[in-house]
């Protein structure tokens, strides 16, 4: 796993035994995490999967697909980050994988992180910049992908203001067992 943070980011969310500088590599038999400092992060999230990709490129360089999931998504699940792998394991031919909402405004469905991104795609995601991610992809002609409907909408909540706070810890207290 590669974690892709802002240089000023104290790591103090890691647990103490899983260290708390960038560049740290804290394995276990489960799994390794990797912490890498993207110093263009303040420049959008273009430039973070830019970052992780190459960083993750250096440590395996026959990389099959990345998972991108955005940490300010408090509630999604490895059970949603399973479903899409397993979607996209049965349908190889498929470039991403992402999640799928309706709009509430007009329904229409928007694709969104978590997403599976394959190789396929690599090229384009290395010229990533600003804040546009991979969602300007999906529904391009260039890449076929697909779009796996959320279970559960409320998962995605986005937290990017302080309103948005209130929203997911709301959220949270009202989903703890009464």
């Known amino acids: 796993m590669m974690v892709v943070v802002n240089p000023e980011d104290p790591l103090d969310w890691l647990r103490a035994d899983e260290g708390g500088a960038s560049g740290v590599v804290v394995s276990s038999k489960a799994s390794s995490i990797y912490v890498e400092a993207c110093t263009d992060a303040s420049h959008g999230m273009g430039h973070s999967i830019r970052h992780g990709l190459r960083a993750l490129m250096s440590i395996e360089a026959e990389l099959d697909a990345v998972v991108v999931a955005l940490a300010d998504q408090p509630f999604i699940t490895s059970c949603m980050i399973n479903e899409l792998i397993y979607y996209w394991l049965e349908k190889p031919q498929l470039d991403y994988v ?20 394959s190789s396929s795609m690599f090229e384009d995601l290395l010229q990533l910049e600003g804040e546009a991610g991979a969602r300007k992809w999906f ?13 559960d909408g409320a998962a995605l909540i986005d937290v990017d203001t302080p309103e948005d706070y209130e929203h997911a810890k709301n959220h949270f207290l ?4 009464k």
Not at 174 to 177: A, V
């Open 98 to 117: 992402a999640t799928a909402v309706h709009d509430a405004r007009d329904g229409a469905v928007v694709l969104m992180p978590p997403a599976i991104l």
């Open 139 to 151: 529904g391009s002609p260039r890449f076929k992908g697909y779009g796996l409907l959320a279970v």
């Open 174 to 177: 009202n989903s703890l067992p």
